[in-house]
Structure formats: C-alpha cells, structure tokens
C-alpha cells in the first residue's frame, strides 16, 4: 500500500466515523513508535440498547504500512460506547493521553505499554465492559519476531488494567472495587529469568 492510498483510507475511515456518530472502526497512529493499529467491531443485532456482544477485529500495520497481523475475539458484554470513541486509547510508549482521567477502572479500548519489561511495545484491549470492577482486558506480548501474542496469566487472572507499571520492580499493581465498601488491591511482579508471573501482594480496604 503506497503512501497516498494509505492517507487517503485513513481520512476516508474517519470522515466514515465521524459522520455515523458511532465509531465502528477507528485507526490509531499515535500510540506506538513502530506500529499503526486498527480496530474494527460488529456489533450483534439481537441485544438490549446499551449492552451488546460483539466480534472485535484488531489489525496490527508497522510504520510502512504493510499489514502484520490480524486478531480477532467475541466479546459477549460490551457497553453501547465500547469502541464508540476514538480517543479511547492510551500509550504509556508515546506519552497518548497517558494523563487522561480513569472513570470507573476503565482505561479505554487500547492500551499501549510495555507490559513485561523487555523494552518492547505491548498491549491491551478491551474484551468486555464488565460490572464494579471495570473492563476486562485481553493482554497480548510482543515476542522477539515482532508478533504479539496472548498472555494468558495477565488476561485469565489479572483481566484489570493496572493502575501502577513499575518498570524497575518488574511489577504490575491493579486497584479495582471487590465490592460496594472494599477497594482491591493486588500486586503481580514478573521474574524474567523464568517468565513467569507471580501474586505478591493482596490488600483489600474499606472506603
């Protein structure tokens, strides 16, 4: 894809966007040094007003706009403005609204950041709006080839985004409601030697 066809499918998707009032697509050029993303959602026809399952379609493009991977996965509890914004999104790589407000846990649809402290882009994405505690995320690695890949332990056991990323003790630390009175708090550190994840601190308190 030249350069030109390349802007001109941007600026096509978002007068698309922009003129439905409810972003179905969205491209995101300024959340990595290395890579162009593109979410693309379909929404189920059979569901209440505000609450919705849907198939998600990620496309993964590097900087010379050649298409590098594609994901996709069902998510069967999406809020009506999952994926409704383009701003959304966040990159602790590229400094994004990395300072924008957290509202209810959730962090936006996309996530950039180094998520395993081996100085390479990593991910997260939204894979259900959730109910207290906030959204749920899928947590994809970056592997040594340049392709990402799911992490199974941060996306089936620690599902939050965390709220604090300690590049220095290699840990994750998220803070969720456990209930209407209790604050959750709970630490993952990561040992690279073995590349495994770890529960090293639980802390729950009341408001």
């Known amino acids: 894809m030249n350069r030109t066809i390349f802007l001109y499918f941007i600026l096509g998707t978002l007068s698309l966007t922009s003129l439905s009032g409810k972003a179905q697509e969205c491209i995101h050029s300024k959340l990595s040094q ?5 979410t693309n959602i379909a929404r189920n ?6 609450i919705h399952g ?3 379609d990620l496309l993964i493009y590097n900087k010379h706009k050649e298409l590098l991977q594609k994901l996709s996965f069902k998510s069967e509890f999406l809020f009506d403005d999952a994926y409704n914004n383009c701003s959304n999104v966040r990159s602790y790589v590229t400094g994004f609204n990395q300072k924008k407000d957290v509202l209810d846990f959730d962090f936006g ?3 950039v950041a180094d998520l395993n402290f081996d100085s390479k882009e990593d991910f997260a994405i939204k894979y ?3 109910g207290n505690g906030g959204p749920s995320y899928g947590f994809y690695i970056q592997d040594s080839k340049g392709s990402f890949k799911l992490d199974h332990f941060l996306t ?3 599902r939050s985004f965390p709220e604090y990323i300690n590049a220095k003790n290699k840990t994750l630390t998220t803070h969720i409601n456990a209930n209407g009175r ?8 990561f040992y690279a030697k073995i590349r495994r994840w770890h529960l090293i601190k639980w ?3 009341e408001y």
């Open 182 to 189: 209790t604050k959750n708090e709970k630490t993952y550190k």
């Open 109 to 111: 649809d996309l996530i």
């Open 128 to 130: 259900d709006s959730g």
């Open 34 to 38: 290395h890579f162009y993303f593109k």
């Open 203 to 205: 802390d729950d308190r």
């Open 54 to 56: 849907a198939k998600i």
């Open 45 to 50: 026809s059979d569901t209440s007003d505000f």
């Open 156 to 158: 089936d056991s620690v």
